[in-house]
């Protein structure tokens, strides 16, 4: 594999706070990690071991061009080639909304990794609340760009949501952090009305331990 170029580039302040959460020289999977950027920066960075899983051609040859190692194909059957805890930690960044299968793929993930690392947009946001009240239709903004019939997102979710999940299946929420759409942070109290997108970091709970 050909070595990382250096690149200048400013993180986005999503990716810096992802970022943030990595210990350095952690071993990372990137789950759908787009053209490599994230996890390009870990690797040069924070000296992390990283490796991608990605179904998209056109970013899986952005990947191979940053020097990425990365897996071409769907994250499910990606996700079976790794042994039990083979990463420290495990990312899905503005992801889970397009995945089947939420709660196999979370599960997955804290069966590969000790910790997952997961950043959705929040449906609750107070835009997309409105829109869908004075409108009647799809929210459509900058963070849902897609129209009702050819969005790839198939299960939004809100940051009360993903708190409930987390709480049913026995999953620690080890770190909250939220954003809004102009990557401001925003409170605790008012993640779930200003929120625009969510990242949280977790881990099994107790009787999930094996």
């Known amino acids: 594999m050909s070595a990382l170029r250096k690149r200048p580039t ?3 302040l999503d990716y810096e706070l992802i970022e943030s ?3 350095d020289g952690a071993r990372v999977l990137d789950l759908g990690c787009g053209d490599g950027q994230l996890l390009a920066d870990l690797i040069e960075r924070k000296g992390c071991q990283g490796r991608g899983i990605e179904i998209d051609d056109k970013a899986v040859l952005e990947c191979v ?7 071409h194909g769907d994250m499910i059957e990606g996700l079976g080639f790794y042994r039990d805890a083979q990463f420290d930690v495990v990312i899905l960044s503005q992801t889970l909304q ?4 939420p709660p196999k793929v979370i599960h997955e993930m804290l069966r590969v ?6 950043s959705f947009p929040n449906f609750g946001h107070w835009w997309v609340r409105l829109q869908l009240l004075l409108s009647g239709r799809m929210p459509h903004n900058r963070l ?4 009702w019939y050819n969005t790839p997102n198939v299960h939004f979710c809100t940051v009360k949501d993903f708190r409930e999940f987390c709480d049913r299946q026995d999953l620690r929420r080890v ?6 759409a102009r990557f401001q942070r925003v409170t605790h109290i008012l993640a779930n009305w200003r929120a625009a997108i969510a990242i949280f970091q977790i881990e099994r709970g107790r009787e999930n331990m094996g």
């Open 144 to 147: 849902l760009p897609y129209h």
């Open 10 to 12: 400013k993180l986005r």
């Open 113 to 118: 990794g000790r910790r997952a690392v997961i």
């Open 65 to 71: 061009q940053r020097g990425v190692p990365v897996y």
């Open 21 to 23: 959460l990595i210990p």
């Open 175 to 180: 770190v909250e952090i939220f954003l809004t």
């Open 98 to 101: 397009q995945t089947m299968d």
